[in-house]
């Protein structure tokens, strides 16, 4: 078996296959986020992008890419209802990160949108809104790099327990790194108190997942801490992760 070192170098001259990626997932699994993260840019680099949501595993993610990478970019979906909290925390971030967000917007404003599908599209038909509003816009995006990394985790919920370390990613036909999925909630938010990082203070008030404000709720001590997304409905993901088929007209996808 090649090492990872050896792998990279033949992988770098050659086409990706999911069969390859499980290889590499394999050897780099028991390693450490910055082996994942190092992994990525040595094979993409400038080709590479981190996607963030402002959760605390975005956090410590960016901190480490600003240590390693700092050029990395690092972009994040403006629904337009995301929390003024969110938006502050970005603003913490490019301060003391110094990240160069970018920022993806559907292209679609609220009006338009309400016009085209009516009021509160989110309380009648979240994966319609999600799908314009998140996962076209990142769609297109992501059409211009050959790999992107997130921060999902393995015990964050079901769907998630089998992701990889890296792996090929269907739907946007790239490479995906996921180097916190083996890492547990506590171990991110050590991360962020030893290195003293900015979070989003909505945590401290029982929101553990934070993401649009219409579809985020508290949670009380021992719920499911992603019960508070679009609590009291069947759906659990925005469908970024997910091989969600576009219904509606691609939007009028911007990144600034
Ligand atoms: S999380 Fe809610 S408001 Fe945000 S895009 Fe999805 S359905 Fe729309």
């Not at 991360?191 to 404000?213: K, R, V």
Request: glycine share 6%; net charge negative; with cysteine.
């Amino acid at each position: 078996m090649p090492t990872t070192q050896e792998l990279s170098t033949q992988i770098s001259t050659v086409e990706w296959t999911p069969a390859l990626l499980k290889e590499v997932s394999a050897k780099l699994e028991g390693g450490s986020p910055q082996d994942v993260l190092q992994w990525g840019f040595d094979n993409f680099g400038s080709e590479i992008v981190l996607a963030t949501g402002f959760g605390p595993e975005g956090v410590a993610l960016m901190h480490l890419v600003s240590q390693m990478r700092p050029e990395t970019k690092v972009f994040y979906l403006d629904t337009d209802v995301l929390f003024s909290n969110t938006l502050e925390l970005r603003d913490e971030l490019e301060k003391r990160l110094g990240i160069n967000f970018v920022r993806v917007h559907s292209g679609l404003s609220l009006d338009e949108q309400a016009l085209r599908h009516g009021e509160a599209l989110w309380e009648r038909d979240p994966d319609t809104c999600c799908l314009m509003r998140k996962v076209i816009p990142q769609r297109e995006f992501l059409k211009n790099y050959s790999a992107w990394i997130t921060g999902i985790r393995r015990d964050q919920t079901a769907f998630r327990a089998n992701t990889k370390l890296v792996e090929w990613d269907i739907p946007n036909k790239m490479v995906k790194l996921n180097p916190l999925a083996a890492w547990t909630s506590d171990q991110v938010w050590d991360h962020i108190q030893q290195n003293d990082l900015p979070y989003n203070i909505l945590h401290d008030y029982g929101y553990p997942s934070i993401g649009c404000w219409p579809c985020t709720k508290s949670v009380k001590e021992g719920e499911d801490p992603r019960s508070g997304r679009w609590a009291g409905k069947s759906k659990t993901e925005c469908g970024i992760h997910l091989d969600v088929v576009a219904q509606v007209a691609p939007a009028d996808t911007k990144s600034v």
